[in-house]
């Protein structure tokens, strides 16, 4: 029906297909609930405003797809007090600086006088370590299936080079674990899920293969374009409709069925799966996230400081901002404009919770692009 590598960029095509959806959902009495997965593909809604085109059909609920989003206190508060620590460099992702932990946030630490840096890629940390070789430099690793083969790279190229001064915080995270934990939320009420691209491109598809079988939800993987996610909310709309629930590629220009075979390798070379991971508004998900093998604790900041670390945490407690809604957010219960603070004392100014300060945080897309219809 359409050619996906030239239509995606014709605005009749788009048109088209809001009919087609509309056409598909039109015999429910109901919208369908669309869990889009990723903070890119919420910001394409609502960017180009597909949540208004769809207002009959769709009811687009925003998922746990955004890695500074789902960073909890507890994790923030542990780079923090690594960033305190004698003769050390803490780096990170520039997001990551603003998100506030339990009394403090990166950037504040920063006005304190802590040496932190933000950086644009993990190789950019080779470079501050060979001019700053007196230093131990700490990257606090955050981001999905996605960028984890940045952070083995880098970790790749310290071992080939010898540099003796790099060591990793990792809150590397998994896709598919959160959508099961949500999923077993008994007031989940969610039809199908808009997969990410960017996180299929290297991991393939078949990581979703539990969410067809096991909950018998289609999981449609799909590009930023809004003929994309148009197109892979048509195909998950003919499969509920169908009843049917398989996992489709809506994105082939990009994902392969199998993904990126040496970005896997690479990670696989270095880290293996934790047995559990705190989530911000999901709690402890169990086997949801990465942390380095064993055999690389020399560069294990979690292990190499696991001391200093849990005398600070047992001495500072752990204290969740009550009023933010942001865990409620991840898990799709709240839209962003149903919290009470949202564009009141909650601004990307002067951002109250995760989901405001990320450029993929809900929040944020709702404050750039929301207005009441
Ligand atoms: S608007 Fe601000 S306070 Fe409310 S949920 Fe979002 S980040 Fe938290």
Redesign the pocket.
């Known amino acids: 029906m359409f050619d996906i590598y030239n239509d995606f960029k014709e605005k009749e095509n788009v048109l088209k297909l809001v009919s087609l959806i509309d056409e598909e959902v039109g015999g429910y009495n109901r919208k369908v609930k669309i869990m889009e997965v990723c903070g890119g593909h919420t910001h394409s809604i609502m960017k180009y405003g597909l949540n208004r085109m769809l207002s009959r059909s769709v009811d687009f609920i925003h998922g746990p797809g955004c890695p500074v989003c789902v960073m909890p206190v507890s994790r923030i508060d542990i780079a923090i007090y690594l960033s305190r620590l004698e003769n050390v460099i803490l780096t990170t992702y520039g997001d990551m600086m603003r998100v506030p932990g339990s009394k403090s946030s990166l950037i504040k630490e920063r006005g304190n006088g802590a040496d932190i840096r933000m950086v644009y890629s993990p190789l950019d940390i080779i470079k501050l370590a060979q001019e700053n070789k007196n230093k131990k430099i700490i990257f606090y690793a955050i981001g999905f299936e996605t960028t984890a083969p940045m952070t083995a790279a880098l970790i790749e190229q310290i071992k080939v080079h010898g540099i003796e001064n790099i060591f990793f915080y990792i809150n590397h995270v998994l896709v598919p674990p959160p959508i099961e934990a949500i999923l077993d939320l008994c007031d989940s009420e969610i039809d199908g899920f808009v997969g990410p691209g960017h996180v299929s491109v290297i991991t393939g598809v078949e990581i979703y293969n539990n969410i067809v079988v096991k909950y018998k939800k289609p999981v449609v993987v799909s590009g930023f374009e809004p003929f994309d996610i148009l197109m892979s909310v048509l195909m998950i709309a003919k499969q509920i409709n169908r009843r049917f629930s398989r996992i489709e590629i809506g994105y082939t220009r990009a994902v392969k069925q199998n993904g990126n075979k040496k970005a896997q390798e690479l990670v696989n070379k270095y880290f293996e799966i934790r047995d559990s991971f705190e989530w911000r508004g999901l709690g402890y998900i169990p086997k949801s996230a990465l942390k380095l093998k064993e055999k690389f604790k020399d560069i294990d900041a979690e292990s190499l400081f696991r001391d200093y670390i849990y005398d600070n945490l047992a001495n500072n407690k752990v204290v969740e ?1 009550q ?4 865990g409620d ?1 991840l898990k799709g219960k ?1 839209k ?1 404009n149903e ?5 009141k004392s ?1 601004t990307p100014d002067n ?7 990320s450029h993929e ?3 944020a897309a709702y404050f750039k692009y929301f207005d009441d219809f």
Do not use: D, S, Y
């Open positions: 901002n009023v933010c809604k942001c957010i709240l962003p919290c009470p603070l949202f564009k909650c951002p109250i919770g995760a989901c405001m300060v945080g809900a929040c």
